[in-house]
């Protein structure tokens, strides 16, 4: 009960740490985004061995524990002269890591669906990048996007390990509540309900893009 | 003996494994020609006009396109880039078994989209086309609708508008009814008889013998990726000249003949 209470009074503190979490995980999904597509995009190519080499690197990043990345890219990085603060460092871990899950994921989709669209494309003149984003690219992002939403939450829920490199964002506002105050249970549960709402929003964000891309899935 | 044959097709062969599909095709088409290619299932129809427009590349032989080496550059054995392909590409029109069309884009935008993007037509001449090409086809009504809002009977009538916007030299039709309903496959039909009376050159693949009697110029048998026999409709369906051509239509003739209350409408092609 009075954690609770603990937890209202510190309610700017948990407020500031959701919104740090809410614009981290917002500016990563974009660069994810874009970085999924465009290496999604690359992997399409004829040159062979830039398509290699590039499916070399995701996998990689994928066997990859999202701890570990982030401890490389924030201490890491610093050996070969990259010095970034906390806050860059985890974005750009977030956004790098996602990034080559969405193209692994596009390439799932791109397997999954029919053939004959891009045959289609190619046999009446369609080639290169115009063939890729005319014809290719939009049905396999429309078929993405529940998925994009699960993505999405991904990045969100691994936004908390950013604690660990000490970016201010809502597990570690949790973290120092309950530190400062002895309240564990209360501002975890805080924290855990505040996450369900970025959740739940995502599942809502879906819902309405679903709704409007249907003719065309 | 002018102008060359608007298709022409020498020693074409193309293996999957050890498995010959194509063994040596040969074939030409003049301009206004509508040609049949018949044949029992896995005797290489449908690869042999995938060679045609190179969505397949033939082991052997060679493609001429009005003229035009499809896919070698010049005389010699270089592999032409995508966009030399993608012009020759052009004058090809490809109607899909599967329909084929593009699922994110409406119905005018599945007809717009290559003479836009790849033919470079200013968009209210190519949408006036689309329009007046769906017209055609007995679907302006439907032209905001997207490809999974349609019967399979329109899917297939938007493919051949699709086709038709190319403004093509040539028309390959690759089994367009065989996905189709029966009670669908007439009005594909009707269009493809419009076309062929309308002087369209075509390269039909199907097994709609009745299409093939009275809409043909010319029938292929193949079988076993070989041509077999070649010849006028009447002729090759009434006199076949070998024995595996009438072998098959033995076969058809079997199958029609079961289920006669069906033999006016879906068996015969529908709409005579």
Not at chain 2, 159 to 174: C, E, S, V
Request: charge should be neutral.
């Amino acid at each position: 009960m009075n954690g609770v209470a603990v937890v209202w009074e510190q309610r700017s503190l948990l407020f500031d740490g959701l919104l740090n979490t809410l614009w981290i995980t917002a500016s990563a999904m974009v660069v994810a985004a874009v970085l999924g597509v465009v290496l999604f995009a690359l992997t399409l190519t004829r040159l062979t061995l830039l398509r290699r080499s590039l499916w070399l690197v995701i996998d990689l990043l994928r066997c990859v524990p999202f701890m570990l990345f982030c401890y490389l890219i924030y201490y890491g990085l610093p050996s070969f002269g990259i010095v970034v603060n906390n806050l860059t460092a985890g974005i750009v871990a977030l956004s790098v890591y996602h990034g080559a899950y969405l193209a692994e994921l596009l390439r799932g989709i791109h397997e999954s669906l029919p053939r004959d669209a891009e045959d289609a494309g190619r046999a009446f003149g369609f080639h290169g990048a115009r063939l890729v984003m005319r014809i290719v690219l939009p049905p396999v992002l429309l078929a993405a996007v529940p998925m994009l939403g699960n993505q999405a939450v991904q990045v969100i829920k691994d936004s908390a390990f950013l604690v660990i490199i000490a970016v201010e964002e809502l597990t570690y506002a949790a973290d120092e509540i309950q530190a400062t105050y002895y309240v564990p249970f209360a501002s975890f549960v805080a924290a855990v309900l505040l996450y369900w709402l970025l959740c739940l929003t995502v599942e809502g964000g879906v819902r309405i893009v679903l709704n409007a891309a249907e003719a065309r899935r | 003996m002018t102008a060359p044959p608007v298709l022409s097709v020498t020693g074409l062969t193309k293996s999957f494994g050890a498995n010959l599909v194509l063994d040596g095709i040969s074939l030409a088409v003049q301009e206004g020609e509508t040609v049949c290619l018949l044949g029992p299932s896995g005797s290489g129809k449908s690869t042999l006009l995938r060679c045609i427009n190179w969505l397949e590349r033939p082991d052997s032989g060679a493609v001429f396109i009005a003229g035009e080496r499809m896919g070698v550059r010049g005389g010699g054995n270089a592999p032409m880039s995508d966009a030399e392909l993608s012009r020759l590409r052009m004058r090809i029109g490809f109607v899909f078994q599967h329909f084929a069309l593009w699922p994110h884009l409406s119905v005018l935008q599945n007809v717009m989209a290559a003479p836009v993007h790849v033919q470079r037509i200013p968009r209210p001449q190519a949408q006036a086309q689309a329009e007046a090409l769906l017209e055609r086809v007995g679907l302006a009504a439907r032209k905001n609708a997207y490809p999974a809002q349609l019967s399979g009977g329109q899917k297939q009538r938007v493919g051949i508008a699709r086709a038709l916007a190319m403004k093509p030299r040539l028309l390959l039709f690759d089994e367009p009814t065989s996905a189709l309903d029966p009670e669908l496959v007439g009005e594909v039909l009707a269009v493809m008889r419009d076309l062929a009376g309308a002087g369209m050159t075509m390269v039909v693949v199907t097994h709609e013998m009745g299409f093939a009697r009275d809409a043909a110029d010319r029938v292929v048998f193949m079988d076993h990726g070989r041509v077999v026999e070649t010849g006028p409709p009447d002729v090759f369906f009434e006199r076949p000249q070998t024995d595996r051509a009438r072998q098959f239509l033995m076969r058809y003739a079997g199958r029609a003949a079961v289920p006669a209350s069906l033999a006016g409408t879906a068996g015969a092609g529908g709409l005579a």
